[in-house]
């Protein structure tokens, strides 16, 4: 996989910037890094100017999919929270009956 070589203006201000960053700043980007190097092992070089995808449709999908990751991340959450709190109140329960 070819890469573009980055201006010397790109790579000095991508670096300007990230150096101005600290902790999860850098892990957001981080993530970010490594997504658009998943995606190029799989789609190639991103180009935008030649890139035939259609980008809104895939924003739509990635957007669509993330609400179900959201929502079902949620209906755990809850889940668990809500299983954990029957579970203390069972506890209180016996422990009051036990006097």
Do not use: P
Request: net charge negative; proline share 0%.
């Amino acid at each position: 996989m070819q890469k573009r070589e980055l201006g010397a203006d790109e790579g000095s201000h991508l670096a300007e910037l990230v150096a101005q960053l600290d902790g999860d700043e850098v892990r957001v980007l981080t993530f970010v890094a490594e997504r658009l190097v998943k995606g190029r092992k799989v789609y190639g070089a991103l180009d935008s100017r030649s890139d035939e995808r259609d980008f809104r449709l895939e924003c739509g999908e990635e957007i669509a999919d993330m609400m179900v990751y959201a929502a079902a991340l949620t209906l755990r959450q809850m889940t668990s929270s809500f299983s954990r709190a029957m579970e203390l109140e069972q506890q209180r329960v016996e422990k009051g009956s036990c006097r």
